[in-house]
């Protein structure tokens, strides 16, 4: 993530090795290639990033450039110092840096799975929420499939995708912007063109994510079907937060978007908002939604993966459903009429899955089952159990349902962050 405290659990960074959605392999250093993207110094590793898709048999390769693995007890160590000087220098945390979180796999290859596997229906059989997330991946794969319709004229329109709090190497957006390279298989003609941007609260972050969007492969053509840039952007619910989120706005070409007076809106440019491991930054809440909100387009859709970590995703769902209505109009004082009729509709619609990754769900059940079996052996070690609260990884799913009103919306976010318990 790209905001908040250098806060981590030190159980949740060295007990368990993630689910590991993505095949992820360090490369040989003489197999690095261009000594700019690793460095001298050597502290940098080249990590090839493979999905394999489980009903066409498609596959993804993208590589990032990540911080040099360490000793898990000198990476803590490390990182606590090095999460005490970002504060001093950047305002933000520095655990982007540590790592690649084993959340933003999980979202990778969810959104992976989504694209090239269809509707993968014989997968979803058995999750409780089977039919909401055939619909969500119908959705998603709208917005970033190139479905040729004789009805649809605009369908080539650009897919504007932002990934928030992207940290060192961002993933899910740029596996997306590397589908439409593979030469291997015919899956480049199944994407719109991408407009992907990464940001990050750290200005490392943003470096070295803009090493990463220079490796992605070109395609037969020589050219990317996607365009990858990465900035910074701070959590910020105060006015310089909502003059960043408009520059982060204008970066991409805006889709149009009518409202109920048949005008066209620039309330928000991307169709698709990705956030990994971030909502755990419990006091950035309202910074965080704010920045979905207003760079998110209405009807568009906010994607955010994390494990649960206590009481910090429940928190952020009051948080949203405080800003949707009913509102006391004695919270609405300052509003404009307009303002107070438009903000009756809500906001957001929420919607938060366990099982969507199916490889996720049936580790979940067998560690379970495993870590029962563990704590009825005295001899085990409490710190190799692996304990959904920190681990399993769930979808936490916003689809934005009018524009956003900085005056109602944004005051309501910030006035429940700053007296909630």
């Not at 969500?136 to 329109?157: E, G, H, N, Y």
């Not at 952007?233 to 204008?250: M, R, T, V, Y």
């Not at 300052?334 to 990754?357: I, N």
Request: glycine share 6%; with cysteine; charged share 20%.
């Amino acid at each position: 993530g790209g905001n908040g405290s250098g806060w981590f659990h030190e159980h949740s960074m060295n007990s368990f090795p993630g689910f590991q959605v993505l095949d992820r392999t360090v490369l040989p250093r003489e197999n690095n290639g261009d000594e700019s993207l690793t460095g001298r110094d050597e502290n940098w590793d080249i990590v090839q990033n493979s999905y394999t898709s489980t009903t066409e048999g498609h596959k993804v390769h993208f590589l990032t450039r990540e911080v040099k693995g360490q000793h898990p007890q000198q990476s803590t160590i490390k990182s606590r110092m090095e999460a005490l000087l970002s504060h001093r220098n950047f305002g933000v945390d520095n655990t982007g840096n540590v790592r690649v979180w084993d959340a933003e796999g999980t979202l990778t290859g969810f959104l992976l799975s989504t694209v090239l596997d269809g509707d993968a229906v014989r997968e979803l059989e058995g999750y409780e929420q089977a039919r909401d997330l055939l619909n969500l991946r119908k959705t998603l794969r709208f917005m970033l499939r190139d479905v040729s319709a004789a009805d649809a004229p605009l369908i080539k329109a650009t897919c504007n995708m932002l990934e928030l709090g992207a940290g060192q190497a961002g993933l899910a957006g740029l596996a997306m912007a590397s589908v439409g390279t593979e030469r291997t298989v015919h899956i480049n003609s199944l994407m719109k063109p991408l407009h992907v941007v990464l940001t990050d609260g750290h200005p490392q972050c943003v470096e070295n994510n803009d090493a990463c969007a220079n490796m992605i492969p070109k395609n037969n053509e020589d050219v990317t079907s996607a365009q990858v840039e990465a900035r910074l952007l701070l959590w910020d619910s105060s006015p310089k937060g909502a003059e960043a989120c408009h520059q982060i706005n204008k970066l991409v070409k805006s889709p149009l978007q009518l409202n109920t007076n048949n005008c066209i809106t620039d309330d928000g440019s991307y169709q698709l908002c990705l956030a990994s491991d971030c909502v755990h930054f419990q006091e950035f809440h309202d910074g965080l939604l704010n920045t979905i909100a207003r760079t998110l387009a209405v009807d568009g859709v906010a994607l955010l993966c994390q494990p649960r970590r206590g009481t910090s995703i429940q928190k952020f769902m009051a948080l949203v459903n405080a800003v949707n209505p009913p509102q006391d109009d004695n919270q609405l004082s300052g509003a404009t009429a307009h303002d107070k009729d438009l903000t009756k509709c809500p906001l957001f619609e929420m919607t938060l899955y366990e099982d969507f990754v199916t490889k996720v769900s049936k580790m979940h059940k067998a560690l379970l089952t495993s870590s029962a079996t563990c704590a009825q052996n005295s001899s085990s070690k409490n710190s190799s159990r692996y304990d959904p609260n920190w681990h399993q990884p769930l979808l936490l799913v916003l689809h934005k349902m009018r524009p956003y009103s900085e005056e109602v919306d944004g005051e309501l976010a910030r006035q429940h962050v700053k007296t909630r318990l």
